[in-house]
């Protein structure tokens, strides 16, 4: 099956910093990849759709000076969240969805907390 | 607006107590009602994809069918593994948009 990974699986850094958040599909190319924030016990909210080779699409509500996202090859789209507050704690999930199928597979996730 | 509801909220079943969980969906020109799989702290595993009503797709206890209304999730003779929280999602032509889920728990 598609294997899709996130790393890291979890980050703790401190007010003020950036953090990169990497996701890979490992045996399939992606032109699309979506990320998703989840809160506890909430279910999952698109923030952007990341594609190859051009500026992702975020959705309403979500700064996109404050998540920069990149796709730079058809496998590997990373998430930034720059100068992080303890508010963009969360859980960060990423899919890919495999060229001609409409079927997202999913990363394992990434744990943020910002002290 | 398009949208997806998920019942119940919660389900509390007996291993082996057979059930099934709902996916009400208003949703114009449907591209696909997606099933999903998430437990703690994990990302979503990927179940099922149903296109049409009719359509029915089975994975060991598990088997997904579809009306022009509604998504049903069997689980037949389910066991403590497969306590999970499941989530249906519709194509919105770019992007899946998900219900809230139903959190299931089995016990011995």
């Known amino acids: 099956g598609a294997v899709v990974s996130q790393h890291p699986s979890r980050v703790i850094c401190k007010s003020g910093t950036s953090v990169k958040i990497e996701c890979r599909s490992l045996?399939?190319?992606?032109?699309?990849m979506f990320w998703y924030r989840q809160f506890p016990k909430k279910s999952l909210m698109l923030m952007a759709t990341?594609?190859?080779?051009?500026?992702?699409?975020?959705e309403q509500g979500v700064e996109k000076d404050k998540f920069l996202i990149n796709h730079a090859s058809l496998t590997l789209s990373t998430l930034t969240v720059t100068s992080a507050h303890p508010e963009d704690s969360s859980f960060y999930i990423c899919s890919a969805r495999e060229d001609s199928v409409e079927t997202q597979y999913f990363g394992p996730g990434t744990r943020l907390l910002v002290l | 607006e398009d949208q997806v509801t998920q019942s119940p909220e919660a389900l509390r079943l007996q291993e082996g107590e057979s059930s099934s969980l709902n996916c009400s969906y208003t949703v114009s020109g449907l591209r696909g009602l997606f099933w999903y799989r998430q437990d703690p702290g994990k990302g979503p595993e990927f179940l099922f994809t149903l296109y049409s009503a009719g359509e029915e797709k089975e994975k060991e206890r598990l088997k997904a069918t579809l009306t022009k209304k509604e998504s049903f999730l069997h689980i037949t003779a389910p066991k403590p593994e497969d306590s999970a929280t499941y989530l249906c999602?519709?194509?919105?032509?770019?992007?899946?948009?998900f219900g809230k889920g139903t959190s299931l728990l089995v016990t011995p």
């Open positions: 045996d399939f190319q992606a032109t699309t």
């Open positions: 999602a519709f194509n919105s032509g770019y992007a899946l948009n």
């Open positions: 990341s594609n190859e080779g051009s500026k992702a699409t975020y």
